[in-house]
């Protein structure tokens, strides 16, 4: 069955980056795009970006443009999602999750990134 | 870029009910990628529809969709206990490549 196990929860300070990552599994990774999703708590979910796995194309929110970076590694079936600059705001759960039919068919646990001084 | 509008923002009801959950964008949109997800506290969002109103895989056959204009509503037939929870609506803009999120809906039990 499809799987994407991401990596555990970070505590980091403002101004500094984040990097998390998502290891997929159970379908052929080449086939999907691997998209990157927050959710601040008692928040709506908030669409980040998005890679090809096939091709590492990317394409990004105009919100996170700038600061996120979202990429993958082929050989270990595992996509990255680094968010720079980090701020207060950026406190939230990250979820990665399969693209599919212009949607989101299978997600991540989650990751808790955590921004405080 | 387009905005979708959850309504209501709570709706109680008991098990056995129907529940009719509403999710408006703000203009029309250049495909059908409209899809519906549920979540749990503590859980990642769970693909109820996607397509409008297709079935996810594993959903049961009382949730539905259907679309009229730019109204986009998610129905469940018969509420179970498993089916309270907040469902958010998600479209797909293909001419921007962008995807965006509704506010949520908290279906709770009465």
């Known amino acids: 069955q499809v799987q994407l196990v991401q990596s555990g929860a970070e505590v980091k300070k403002p101004g500094a980056s984040v990097k998390v990552s998502c290891k997929a599994s159970g379908y052929s990774f080449m086939s999907n795009a691997i998209h990157w999703v927050r959710q601040a708590p008692g928040q709506r979910l908030e669409w980040m970006g998005w890679v090809h796995a096939a091709n590492g194309y990317t394409t990004y929110s105009e919100k996170f443009q700038g600061r996120v970076t979202i990429t993958r590694d082929t050989s270990a079936t595992t996509a990255y999602m680094e968010l720079s600059s980090l701020t207060s705001e950026d406190t939230a759960v990250y979820y990665c999750a399969r693209g599919a039919n212009g949607g989101f068919d299978s997600w991540g646990q989650g990751t808790l990134v955590t921004v405080s001084s | 870029e387009i905005v979708l509008t959850q309504s209501p923002g709570t709706l109680s009801l008991s098990p056995g009910e129907r529940a009719t959950l509403s999710c408006r964008a703000s203009?029309?949109?250049?495909?059908?990628?409209l899809a519906w997800y549920q979540q749990k506290p503590g859980q990642p969002p769970r693909l109820v529809i996607y397509?409008?109103?297709r079935r996810a895989t594993g959903i049961p056959d009382r949730f539905s969709g259907s679309a009229s204009g730019t109204d986009f509503t998610l129905t469940i037939s018969r509420l179970e206990p498993e089916d309270f929870a907040v469902y958010y609506c998600?479209?797909?803009?293909?001419?921007?490549?962008?995807?965006?999120f509704g506010q949520g809906t908290k279906l709770d039990i009465k």
């Open positions: 998600q479209q797909f803009g293909r001419s921007l490549n962008m995807y965006t």
């Open positions: 203009q029309s949109l250049s495909s059908s990628y």
């Open positions: 397509d409008t109103s």
